[in-house]
């Protein structure tokens, strides 16, 4: 897909470059979860975050590719970051979330439920190989097994998206690699980390065992 580990491409192109090659449109995770919280800035409106909710969908007709949204489900962690978090429940009775499946449908696009996590689940999709990447602002998408993620990137062009693929062979850091210095810098379930152990000096610890070897 991208010729480095990193790199900033539309993600229209990307759809049209799988289509080229095999014909099938591109599909593409998309946690909701990560979308609802993004729409709640939204004013506009006596429903901003469904008004929101709604243009980005237009937003995806022009692309040309598959999404598939996936929700949180019934046994997702309730606390993250030391704090408790009301799950956006894709089997839940809510009318927010009736009210956007309802969108979702009415563009023709599908939904699924994660037993857990989104994330986790759009991870699990991607490694294999149901969907081609995942649409996410939240890298803990590696960390889940995922080996293509797509960011968007902030700004007027939000067309545009950051591929990650082939991390591991860039960096030297595999799936168990990034857990560990989730572990010992801190995450969204072990906020506090190890003491004294910031981001920079938990990567040296899996690059040097790797060295070593």
């Known amino acids: 897909m991208c010729k480095r580990s990193d790199c900033v491409i539309a993600l229209v192109a990307l759809a049209a470059e799988k289509f080229a090659a095999t014909g099938d449109p591109l599909i593409v995770a998309i946690d909701v979860s990560i979308w609802t919280f993004q729409i709640r800035a939204g004013k506009e409106g006596s429903n901003p975050a469904l008004r929101t909710f709604y243009y980005r969908l237009?937003?995806?007709l022009k692309l040309q590719l598959r999404p598939l949204f996936v929700f949180d489900g019934p046994r997702k962690p309730p606390f993250k970051r030391n704090a408790a978090k009301i799950a956006f429940n894709g089997s839940a009775d809510h009318w927010e979330i009736r009210m956007v499946k309802g969108l979702i449908r009415a563009f023709g696009y599908d939904v699924?439920?994660?037993p857990g996590e989104a994330e986790a689940e759009c991870a699990l999709l991607q490694s294999s190989g149901l969907v081609d990447l995942v649409l996410t602002e939240d890298v803990d998408c590696l960390m889940f097994g995922a080996g293509t993620v797509a960011r968007e990137l902030s700004g007027k062009d939000r067309n545009a998206v950051m591929v990650y693929?082939?991390?591991?062979q860039t960096v030297g850091l595999d799936r168990d690699s990034l857990v560990l210095i989730a572990m010992m810098s801190g995450g969204d379930y072990l906020p506090?980390?190890?003491s004294g152990f910031g981001p920079?000096?938990?990567v040296e610890v899996p690059l040097s065992f790797s060295s070593v070897g």
């Open 58 to 60: 237009c937003r995806l």
């Open 112 to 114: 699924w439920c994660a």
């Open 165 to 168: 693929e082939r991390l591991e």
């Open 192 to 194: 506090s980390g190890l």
């Open 200 to 202: 920079k000096l938990a």
